[in-house]
Structures are given as C-alpha cells and as structure tokens.
C-alpha cells in the first residue's frame, strides 16, 4: 500500500479488533480511526451488565491511548466521518478536514431504536457509555423501571435493575420473548426467567406511546398506561450505514459486503453491527449484532485489506448473562427448524439444537457452555447428527465430532 495508510471509520469492538490485528500481522502504514463519541474505543456488552451496577469502568476501553501511541495509532475521537470519496478513497469528516486512505474499513455499528416521539430525560435508550451513565442515575432501591422490549438487551437491563433494587416491569409485544428467533418452548423458559426474578413481564403488550412528566414516565399500551419513574426502549438497533449511502455504496439494512467483508466499491470494506453480508455456510445475507461477530469479522476483514484473502464463515456465537443465569447460542436458529431439547427445560440446565435436514444449524443453551463449543463445530461442519441421539443425555457429543472429521 502507500503512504494513504488505512482509515478505520468507528470506534467500538470491530474498529479496535480491526486496527489490532493490521499491527500484528505487520502493517506498518498510518492507521487512523475516526470515533464520533468522545471516548476512547470501548466495548458495550458490560454497559447493560456490570458498567450499569457498579460503574467500573476498567474493563471497557479496547484501545488505551498508550496502546495508541505505542503502535502509532491515531484516534480521531468527537469526529464524525460523513463520506468516502470514490475517486481518491479519502474520508472526508464533518468538520470539514479529511484523510487519505488506501483502504478504508467502515466499523459504525447502529443506533437504538426508539418509541415515535419518546423524548425527555426519563425516557432511555442503552447503546453508549452516556446511556449507561445517564441511566444508572435513574435506577434506585424501589424506583420503577420500565422496559420496552424482552429480547436480550432489555432482559440484561432488566436483570441489572432488579439487582439495584428495583422495581421492573417489562413489556413485549410478542406472545413471548424472542420467539422469532428460539420460537415459542425457549421463549417461555426465557420469560420465566424473568419472572421468577420478581419482574412484571406483561406479554401480548403494543406499546403506542411514552411521555414524561414533571416526576414520572407514563407509557400508553394497548392494555392501558403503564407509570414508572424511568423507561428504557430496548427495541433493537437501526445500522449506521448513512457513510455507505452518501459514499455509493449498495446498503440496505446495512451496508452489503460479500463473504471478504468487501463493499461494492474497491478498497472499501465493512464489519461488525453495520455491515450486512453474505455467509457461505447458511448460503444467504444477513446482519449480526454480536460481539463476537464483530470481532471475527473485523479480524477478517483486516486480513483480506492486507492481502490475505479470508472468508468469513463463522457460524455467529453470542451469549447473555442474567439473572444469575448463563444463555449462549450459536448458529442460526429459526422456529420453522426442527428443534431438540438435551436436558431439563424447567430446571434450565439444558441444549437445544436446530436441524435443517438432520443436519445441526444452530444451538441454543443455558447452563451448560460446554455443549456451545463442539455445537459451534457441529454448525461449521454442517453435520448430520440423529435426532434421538442428540436429546440423550449419556451420548456423548464428541461422538458427533469424530463422526465429522471422519
């Protein structure tokens, strides 16, 4: 490459994997990552988990500055990047400046989405190491917390919540929590983990609107208003793919790269919650919003920006801590795949694997992450594995291992 060097756009977990990995595998131009939050690049699983209980900042930051200037990183925090001109491969920022680039990987993760009109300083969403602070002020012993939304961010905050002594209600729209991804037996025992927390988890519940007042949060369902002191909207994300769309970029829920992490426009790549991209191993395109994903594709796309083309088939693991419980899973799981249970539903110490075909395409357990890392190899492998055999307790999975390395 030349003088350019490589402009990583973000600055969250793909941005700083990304950036680590150029330097080791010997990348030696100009590095500069491009931040609009004024933090240093941070991780953002704690902020809804041990960040939001005990304010312990320690374990966020990815890249320390003296990290930064030991390996001749430049972090351009508190600065928007707006565009990529196609014609010289520059970034051009909203302040006006820009910077040369060779190459440039787009890492901007997504914003929260939010309830039409929802504003007011009592009314949350959790993305940023602000929300968390912001949030942590709102949550008292006896406060009442609303939460908008059971899929997993709203469950960690719920469960962070009632460890700090709170009283939460939880509202779904769905009949169930995540049922359109685990379907409705995994979305019960998921809904009686939090009830059995002590939370009010109202299921079947519109949310149509959430205001403030001078004390409180009233949010307007369709069973009626719901009052608390604070409210969180946990609803998922929206990508950030504005860069890609004012660049020429193909985007559409994301900015689309293939299985190199390559956008539709040379020298151009995109990893992590952002980027939307092709999976040799489901033969289909999605967008991931997972830690690890954005870690491993990020690494990815580092490796094939150096030259050293990598397709990025991992199969996706994720994993939540709540209410004292362990959740992981692995693949990619829908409710129309056949699914079967290892273990004890109600006592949650279980697996549950998804079949395509008889053949293992995705896992799902709580209480038991030693099955997630030969599942995680069962998925990759695509491997055909007897139903009866994976729901008996005495067959020992590594059975299933050998049978596909053979």
């Known amino acids: 490459m030349s003088a350019g060097g490589i402009v990583v756009v973000g600055g969250g977990q793909a941005a700083s994997v990304a950036t680590r990995t150029l330097r080791r595998r010997g990348y030696d131009g100009t590095v500069t990552i491009v931040g609009d939050e004024p933090e240093l690049p941070y991780q953002r699983p704690p902020l809804s988990k041990e960040y939001l209980t005990d304010e312990d900042a320690s374990g966020l930051w990815l890249l320390p500055q003296e990290w930064a200037d030991a390996n001749d990183v430049v972090l351009r925090t508190g600065t928007a990047a707006t565009r990529i001109d196609r014609s010289t491969g ?83 729209a769905s009949p169930v929590p995540l049922q359109r991804v685990l379907g409705e037996r995994l979305g019960t025992v998921c ?11 109202r299921l079947g519940v519109a949310v149509d609107s959430i205001r403030e007042t001078a004390h409180e949060v009233i949010v307007e369902t369709s069973t009626g208003p719901v009052v608390g002191d604070v409210a969180v909207v946990a609803v998922g994300i929206i990508p950030n793919q504005e860069i890609g769309e004012a660049s020429g970029l193909v985007v559409g829920n994301g900015i689309h790269v293939d299985e190199y992490c390559r956008t539709s426009v040379p020298n151009v790549y995109a990893a992590g919650d952002v980027a939307n991209h092709y999976h040799p191993l489901f033969d289909m395109r999605m967008r991931v919003e997972h830690f690890d994903n954005a870690s491993k594709q990020a690494a990815a796309a580092a490796n094939n920006m150096l030259g050293r083309p990598t397709v990025f088939a991992d199969p996706h693991w994720f994993w939540s801590d709540q209410f004292g419980l362990n959740l992981q899973c692995v693949g990619h799981p829908s409710p129309d795949q056949e699914m079967v249970v290892r273990g004890d539903l109600d006592g949650r110490d279980f697996t549950a694997f998804f079949l ?31 139903a009866d055999a994976l729901a008996d307790d005495e067959y020992d999975l590594f059975d299933a291992l050998e049978g596909a390395d053979a």
Do not use: C
């Not at 809904?191 to 988890?201: E, N, T, Y």
């Open 90 to 172: 520059g970034v051009q920022l909203a302040d006006g400046s820009s910077i040369a680039a060779d190459a440039v990987l787009v890492a901007t993760g997504g914003r929260p989405r939010q309830v039409s009109g929802a504003r007011g300083a009592r009314i949350h969403t959790l993305r940023t190491k602000a929300d968390a602070d912001r949030l942590r002020l709102g949550i008292r012993p006896g406060s009442r917390v609303v939460i908008v939304g059971a899929g997993f961010i709203g469950a960690e905050v719920s469960s962070s919540a009632r460890q700090l002594g709170a009283e939460v209600t939880v509202l779904e």
């Open 191 to 201: 809904a009686a983990i939090q009830r059995d927390a002590g939370v009010d988890l």
């Open 356 to 386: 395509d075909d008889g053949r293992v395409r995705a896992a799902f357990t709580v209480g038991r992450p030693e099955d997630i890392a030969i599942a995680r190899e069962l998925v990759s492998s695509a491997m055909s594995v007897p």
